[in-house]
């Protein structure tokens, strides 16, 4: 069975400080898929990041960066001197291609100003 | 506007009554899926398409669901006899189909509340 763990269910910041949100996956798979998607107030989630399980490699694009740790599990996303335009729930996302993705339950982010 | 559209975007019924709900996915997308959100959670499962179709359903998907892509394009949810339960967000999705991990887009939903 696939499951996926966002403990942190709302985190608060002030703009311009640097936020972690945490994923932990379960798959007995080998060959997987993690992803994160936003969805901002307006709610369409908008894909932000896929990475495959073959790949340990941390990525940065811009603001954002993604550590990805086989060992314990965990697909962590940071933002960097966040903004309140990053104020939305981030869900992290597992596809082990059996043709659905299992999310998180979210973290909402609220960066103030 | 060339992303996944969703119509309506609210509805509001009540409790018995039947409902449908469309998505029209990106052109050319063969791959379809529907998921339900309710409040403080992320989205399941509820079923996908590959064209016409429909390869999987979720165990979420009660008798009184069901979906359609007649010509692999455009599909439809539909619940009948609807009940309090059943208010949520349904979330449609899609993607490209040229490998099992491409990214699902996502329309912006439907909110159904059932009085």
């Known amino acids: 069975a696939q499951k996926v763990t966002q ?11 640097d936020v972690t949100l945490d994923c932990v996956y379960e798959t ?10 936003k969805q901002p107030p307006s709610g369409e ?16 694009s811009g603001r954002y960066s993604w550590n ?10 940071t933002i960097t001197a966040s903004q309140v335009v990053d104020s939305a729930v981030y869900f992290c996302a597992l596809y082990t291609g059996r043709r659905a993705l299992t999310f998180g339950s979210g973290t909402r982010l609220q960066v103030q100003p | ?19 449908t709900f469309r998505c029209d996915p990106i ?4 791959r379809l899926y529907w998921y339900r959100q309710t409040l403080g959670q992320g989205p399941e499962f509820l079923t996908y398409f590959q064209n016409e179709a429909q ?22 949810l539909e619940i009948q006899r609807t009940e309090q339960g ?18 699902q887009f996502f329309g912006p939903g439907t909110r159904l509340t059932v009085l």
């Open chain 1, 68 to 77: 990805f740790q086989k060992s314990t599990s965990s697909f962590n996303f």
């Open chain 2, 1 to 19: 506007d060339t992303g996944v559209s969703q119509d309506p975007r609210h509805k509001i019924t009540k409790r018995g009554q039947n409902v």
């Open chain 2, 55 to 76: 390869l999987e359903k979720s165990r979420l998907l009660s008798d009184r669901f069901s979906a359609e892509r007649p010509k692999g394009s455009f599909s439809t």
């Open chain 1, 45 to 60: 989630l908008v894909f932000l990041i896929r990475r495959n399980s073959f790949d340990e490699q941390n990525e940065i």
């Open chain 2, 27 to 30: 052109s050319e997308h063969n």
């Open chain 1, 7 to 17: 403990a942190q269910t709302e985190i608060s910041v002030v703009e311009k400080e």
């Open chain 1, 28 to 37: 007995r798979d080998t060959t997987y898929y993690l992803f994160w998607y």
């Open chain 2, 86 to 103: 059943d208010s949520a967000m349904y979330l449609c999705a899609s993607s490209p189909g040229t490998s099992d991990y491409n990214e």
